[in-house]
């Protein structure tokens, strides 16, 4: 509705009182005023009215109208509010009027939005289908009191000036909320946000040169991983904020980055964003690394899960930083924002102490005002990074380029790096990516290592030893062979494992080898290699994917060869 003494505002008050004095038309507009809505466009036939929590209500009458007349206007009008939610309201006419609705109703049964429809015939009775809530309960509360009464000159006087206040009311919040907007779009750059995505897509593009499926490459990019920060390396608990796990995973974060740091950045401003981002990551990292199942963990949910903390304590409390007109609006898209990240988070290979503490730092330094901007302008804002906001950008960019450096990433398949180790109180010396770890209690007969582990090495690969008698011939070895070669169940594979065939069996630099491969788990395998020395058995067990079998193979023969020197 106008707002200023214009003849076009004089015309929309003079129709507003026409409609006023059908009983019917005034007591649906009461309905709608007392249910918070208001008018922003009146005409003779139409009115279009909108509220904060249901879809646009339009109210059409009768008047008179033949049912051709009615659906010819009916349908000119859904035509043009196509691309809305809208509840249409039909009032007057008869049963024949509201088949006419309910019709084009159906017909219009592929539109984008949701339709709602209602008819309250000239006897006063109701008919509805899909109408939303408010709306249905708006109607609902009027049409079913007792002390109802046609309005007299005076209450429609009333009624109109509290129309006229309502449409006054929402057309202040909507300036309001649109000089808001442009502010937020007049105000500086995010610059943090474009400096994070970009940082994202450099690790990602170094992960897929380095198979961004390995588990081994993310572990030596910064991922984290419980024992190693407890070993010291602190900086994974944010590092693992830049390493993404597949292409959907860095894609869906990205997006989410992109559109919660370009807003909540200029909301907040730089320094205050920086310190929200650098907290969410950090208490999603602590969180992981004391409660989350996971063993590895990447991702920068924990990060964006800040933001979603912040966004809920500024709808909580805005305390100025949100014009009045987009509170309403703000608070449902955070409480959707929430629901949406809460479902995420209870799928499966999600870590949901990350999301959880990353979320609880956002919503704690808000709601404590570290992080609040209060009611600083918002071309302010954003004018200067906090050195506080500056320590923390810079700690984050810093752990993330220490996970890159420590990781040595590009180092991992590389033959120089591994290292030939001679097995204390036997004969064997073995060629390894690590120095081999004694596992167990070592006997004269038995001793067990591990030489290599899945996040570092793409495979983990243990070693027993077991030792002969010094009268050990050949026949005996002979029929070693044969007893594992016939046996029906996996050499040594763990429980549950499928076999994938039988024991095959060859020769290396002229010893026996005794080889069967497992299924354990989907694209788990597991591969046992057995050789006959003159010394003893050495059994070499190794866990792998069946994505990284023809790396692992190589590796798996390099240490084979050592130990049938």
């Not at 509840?87 to 159906?106: P, W």
């Not at 030939?420 to 004969?427: C, E, K, N």
């Amino acid at each position: 509705m106008e707002n200023s003494s214009s003849p076009q505002a004089e015309r929309t008050t003079t129709t507003l009182e026409r409609w006023l004095e059908d009983p019917l038309a005034a007591r649906l507009i009461r309905a709608l005023v007392d249910g918070n809505s208001a008018p922003i466009q009146v005409g003779e036939q139409t009115q279009l009215w909108a509220t904060d929590d249901a879809p646009l209500v339009v109210l059409v009458r009768v008047d008179g109208r033949d049912q051709k007349a009615l659906g010819d206007a009916l349908a000119l009008l859904l035509s043009r509010l196509e691309s809305e939610p809208i509840d249409v309201v039909l009032l007057g006419g008869s049963a024949e009027h509201r088949e006419t609705l309910r019709a084009l109703l159906a017909a219009d049964s592929s539109a984008s939005h949701p339709r709602g429809a209602a008819h309250i015939d000239e006897r006063g009775e109701r008919w509805s289908a899909s109408l939303s809530p408010t709306v249905a309960s708006a109607i609902d509360r009027e049409f079913e009191r007792t002390d109802a009464a046609p309005l007299d000159s005076p209450a429609r006087d009333a009624l109109a000036e509290r129309v006229r206040s309502a449409a006054k009311q929402r057309a202040e919040r909507a300036a309001e909320a649109k000089v808001f907007r442009g502010q937020l779009d007049a105000a500086a750059r995010p610059t943090v946000t474009y400096a994070l995505l970009a940082a994202i897509a450099v690790v990602f593009v170094a992960q897929l040169a380095f198979r961004v499926d390995s588990l081994s490459t993310a572990v030596r990019m910064g991922a984290l991983v419980r024992e190693r920060v407890a070993a010291g390396e602190l900086y994974r608990l944010l590092s693992y904020s830049f390493v993404h796990g597949s292409f959907n995973h860095v894609l869906m974060n990205g997006l989410s980055l992109l559109s919660l740091g370009a807003f909540y950045e200029r909301v907040l401003g730089r320094g205050r964003f920086s310190l929200v981002y650098f907290a969410g990551a950090l208490a999603g990292g602590v969180c992981a690394a004391l409660f989350g199942k996971a063993s590895v963990v990447v991702g920068a949910s924990g990060a964006i899960f800040a933001l979603i903390g912040a966004s809920v304590a500024l709808a909580i409390k805005p305390r100025g930083a949100l014009p009045e007109a987009t509170i309403a609006d703000f608070r449902k898209s955070a409480v959707g924002n929430l629901a949406l990240q809460v479902f995420v988070s209870l799928m499966p290979n999600v870590s949901l102490a990350a999301h959880a503490g990353g979320f609880l730092a956002g919503l704690l330094l808000v709601l404590s005002g570290v992080a609040h901007p209060g009611d600083e302008p918002i071309e302010e804002r954003s004018e200067r990074l906090s050195l506080v906001g500056r320590g923390a950008i810079v700690s984050l960019f810093i752990a993330g380029a220490m996970g890159l450096a420590l990781g040595r990433v590009w180092t991992r398949d590389n033959p120089d790096r591994w290292s030939t180790y001679r097995l204390a109180a036997t004969s064997l010396e073995v060629r390894a990516p690590r120095v081999p770890v004694a596992v167990g209690t070592h006997t004269a007969e038995r001793r067990e290592w591990t030489l290599a582990e899945i996040r570092d090495d793409d495979m983990s690969v243990g070693m027993v030893f077991g030792a002969y008698p010094m009268a050990a011939t050949e026949e005996l070895l002979d029929s070693t062979a044969r007893e594992f070669v016939e046996q029906t169940t996996p050499m040594g594979a763990p429980s549950g494992a499928r076999s994938l065939g039988a024991p095959t069996r060859s020769m290396l630099n002229g010893l026996h080898r005794i080889e069967q491969t497992s299924s354990m788990t989907t694209g788990v395998t597991f591969r046992n290699t057995i050789l006959l020395r003159r010394d003893g058995l050495v059994s070499v067990q190794a866990v792998y994917r069946e994505a990284d079998a023809m790396i692992t193979a190589a590796k798996l023969q390099r240490i084979l060869e050592s130990l049938a020197r």
